[in-house]
């Protein structure tokens, strides 16, 4: 093997390392909900920032270049979510996502009737469901939370 040929077996082989180092750090990622924040009401669609909240317990930093998810509730699709500005999820550490929410009436009409009832009982249950864009990846996402507050019950009376 000549000098060139393992150089390029070298080189092959620290980017698949790296790679391979992301990944694992990008799966051992924890995920939580903050509560809903700048609410807002306007075009015909509900509009606030879910901060996701982060956990990294590795060792290494995975760099968010955007991602983009679908958001439910009981199954159905209610809206659509997106981080619209890179973000660094730290290492050895946790990182707020501001995601931003929509829920347009198109999204909300074919589910009103449980959001409400989930609302006004002051607790939703909320699946993002999407990819995360970051280093040379995609990492999918698929989290459950539950929202439970008088703020949610407060909400309800919006409607």
């Known amino acids: 093997m000549n000098k060139k040929g393992f150089i ?7 980017i698949a390392l790296w790679i ?37 317990n590795s060792s ?12 439910l509730t009981s199954g159905n699709v209610i809206g659509r979510a997106e981080i619209r500005s890179p973000i660094t999820i730290a290492p050895k550490g946790r990182t707020v996502m ?3 929410v929509t829920i347009s009436a198109l999204y909300g ?13 002051g607790k939703i249950n909320l699946t993002l469901d999407g ?10 996402l698929k989290e459950s939370f539950e929202l439970q507050s008088d703020i949610i019950k407060n909400f309800a009376k919006i409607f």
Not at 60 to 71: C, E, L, P, R, T
């Open 8 to 14: 390029l077996i070298a080189a092959i082989a620290l």
């Open 20 to 56: 391979l180092y992301k990944v694992n750090t990008a799966q051992r990622l924890n995920y939580d909900l903050g509560l809903p924040k700048e609410i807002s009401v306007k075009s015909g669609a509900l509009t606030f920032i879910l901060p996701v909240v982060v956990s990294n």
């Open 60 to 71: 290494g930093s995975i760099n968010v270049k955007s991602a983009d998810f679908d958001v």
């Open 98 to 100: 501001p995601v931003v």
């Open 109 to 121: 009409l074919s589910s009103l009737g449980s959001v409400l009832t989930a609302l006004q009982a």
């Open 131 to 140: 990819l995360l864009y970051a280093e040379l990846f995609q990492i999918p």
